[in-house]
């Protein structure tokens, strides 16, 4: 019926189903169809729980792998992130950060994982939701610290913090549209 619809061959609705499906989204039952992954409170503390994790790790890794102008190429980085503003150079920045962080963890695997993760918001996220910039600063700012000192699993709960208080965020401007809408806040039901 959506092929129908969208008048396209059945073909590209099921690789579309099967991305959606591997990005959490969708769900298949087999005998009994697809459908729609609750978005709640749950859902998306998890993303933001698993992003950090993965993060986290790449903090280890690269603290293991990098030399001292790694280091160097990263708290110049770090104090760009530190220094822009807008929501658009924030994002900028951020990627050139995480970015160079993933490639100095060089594991390819987590490259992989981390292009398969799909955004809670779409778009910029520090416009869509503009009280992340002051939380992804102090939380990359301490991640860096972690990381100048050789201290993983500072990184790693660093990494957590900034999670949780993005997910917090996200939550939040959820529940706030939905009340505005008139339609019950996400849940933490699943």
Known sequence: EIARRV?????????AII???????LRTEPHRGTFVNAFDERAITDRFALHSRFF????????DRMS??????LT???????RVTSPAGVARANDAYLTRLVE?????RLQTVLRSIAQVVPGNFFAAVPASIPVQKRGVAAVHAAIEAGDGEAADRAWNAIADE???????????RE???GASPPSSST
């Open 56 to 63: 986290g790790f790449a903090a280890r890794r690269a603290i």
């Open 19 to 25: 991305v959606l499906e591997r990005e959490g989204w």
């Open 166 to 176: 993005h997910a917090a965020e996200v939550v939040t401007m959820i529940a706030e």
């Open 7 to 15: 008048g396209v061959s059945r073909i590209p609705v099921r690789e």
């Open 179 to 181: 009340r505005h809408r």
């Open 76 to 82: 110049t980085l770090a104090a760009r992130l530190d």
């Open 104 to 108: 100095l963890a060089a594991s390819s």
């Open 68 to 73: 001292p102008a790694d280091l160097d190429e």
